[in-house]
Antibody
């Protein structure tokens, strides 16, 4: 059964960076697209980024202004998202999600979420 | 302000039917398939509908999706108290550089 397990909650000061991990299991890691989505407190879902785990395609939300970097470790089936130059507006729960096999921007498997707090 | 427009809230009594709309444009819904997600407080979203109308395994047929032009709709029939949640529509922004786009979400209240 496909499963995504994310790293634990993080607290960062404004201007710092945070790196969140998402470990996949139960399916062939490189066969699927993966997304990152966030949800600020009391707000809706916001799409952040997508990566083809074969390593040929990535795309990022334009409003992140180049602050996000996706990397992957195929040996451990782990995806990483690093967000730099944090501000209070980046405080949110961050989710990784696996795209559907044939409809890649439908997110059919989700991680449990990682809470990022930005505070001085 | 979300790219896709959903009503902030809908309500229905148990057993009734509710419809949640999602309005977009030619650059997103008009040229891409739509997905719908259900989210309970404090939990990750769950995929309800993909490719406009298809249900993943385990999703009851009380949940029905459709798309027409630049709008999509999620119908929930036989409303149950356990359906009280937030519902989000989602699609692609229209080009590879645009990315995914979500609606603002609709809170379903079961009366």
């Amino acid at each position: 059964q496909a499963q995504l397990v994310q790293s634990g909650a993080e607290v960062r000061e404004p201007g710092a960076s945070v790196k969140i991990s998402c470990k996949a299991s139960g399916y062939p890691f490189t066969d699927y697209f993966m997304h990152w989505v966030r949800q600020a407190p009391g707000q809706g879902l916001e799409w952040l980024a997508i990566i083809n785990l074969g390593g040929t395609f990535t795309n990022y939300a334009q409003n992140l202004h180049g602050r996000v970097t996706l990397t992957r470790d195929t040996s451990t089936s782990t995806l990483y998202m690093e967000l730099s130059r944090l501000t209070s507006e980046d405080a949110a729960v961050y989710y990784c999600a696996r795209g559907h096999k044939n409809y890649y921007y439908s997110m059919e498997v989700w991680g449990q979420g990682t809470t990022v707090t930005v505070s001085s | 302000q979300s790219v896709l427009t959903q009503p902030p809230s809908v309500s229905a009594a148990p057993g009734q039917k509710v419809t949640i709309s999602c309005s977009g444009s030619n650059s997103n819904i008009g040229n891409n398939y739509v997905s719908w997600y259900q989210q309970f407080p404090g939990t990750a979203p769950r995929l309800l509908i993909y490719d406009n109308h298809k249900r993943p395994s385990g999703i009851p047929d009380r949940f029905t999706g459709s798309k027409s032009g630049t709008s999509a709709t999620l119908d929930i029939t036989g409303i149950q108290t356990g359906d009280e949640a937030d519902y989000y529509c989602e699609t692609w922004g229209g080009s590879q550089s645009a990315g995914g786009v979500f609606g603002g979400g609709t809170r379903l209240t079961v009366l």
